[in-house]
């Protein structure tokens, strides 16, 4: 089955230490986004990609930083110039740029930093 | 930009009962509208979304959300839930203008259902 996978489910981590989220999906999509969940604040967008070698900054973006070196893999690293870094991350994918193209979510990673 | 409010933060229901969970929206040019659904744990999945055409669009699970253009609204509703209906309810907003599928998502409804 087709799918878009995040790993680890869970990741401890530090303060001071840099992160890396992976996110790998198989659907053949070529747009990818991160986003960020914290309780009773909703998705918010860091960043997003529509194709391989290019990728934009969403609305938190400060403290983040990713890749998008093949189709199918879209890396968020986690800095330590992040001020707040614990919260669960949603990776995201879409078939198309258009803006009607639904979102497909992996399960997510639960960072804590401490 | 674009904004998305959801006004109730948690919606408490008996099983078999009706539930409307409410999306008001804010953008000066035409939008697309989506609900998401998330189980705790998993990242989201889409229950409807409206794009153009009739204004009462129907999803998954037995749910339906109506777009009022006036009203800038996009409530979503369900005649009779179920206990696995409990879950996390996302309302979201993109605009038709271009630049990729950027949502902006509202803060979230947690339905409970109760027997």
């Known amino acids: 089955d087709g799918g878009i996978t995040q790993s680890p489910k869970y990741l401890f981590r530090k303060e001071g230490q840099n992160v890396t989220l992976s996110c790998e999906q198989n659907?053949?999509?070529?747009?990818m986004y991160w986003y960020r969940q914290d309780p009773g604040q909703g998705l918010r967008l860091i960043y997003y990609?529509?194709?391989?070698?290019?990728?934009q900054k969403g609305d938190i973006a400060e403290g983040y930083s990713v890749s998008r070196e093949k189709k199918e893999s879209f890396p968020l690293t986690v800095t330590s110039a992040q001020k707040n870094p614990t919260a669960f991350y949603l990776c995201a994918s879409t078939p198309a740029r258009e803006a009607y193209s639904p979102l497909h979510f992996g399960n997510g990673t639960r960072l804590t930093v401490t | 930009a674009q904004s998305v409010t959801q006004l109730d933060s948690q919606v408490p229901v008996f099983e078999e009962a009706p539930v409307e969970l409410r999306c008001n929206y804010s953008s000066s040019v035409s939008v697309y509208l989506f609900w998401y659904v998330q189980y705790p744990n998993q990242g989201l999945q889409l229950l409807l979304k409206y794009l153009s055409g009739s204004t009462l669009v129907k999803g998954i699970n037995g749910f339906e959300a109506e777009f009022n253009k006036s009203q800038t609204s996009f409530h979503l509703r369900k005649p009779s839930v179920h206990i696995s209906d409990t879950a996390e309810y996302f309302c979201a907003v993109t605009t038709r203008t271009g630049g990729g599928n950027k949502l902006t998502f509202g803060t979230g409804t947690q339905l409970k259902v109760e027997l």
């Open positions: 990609s529509q194709i391989v070698n290019d990728f």
């Open positions: 659907l053949n999509h070529d747009a």
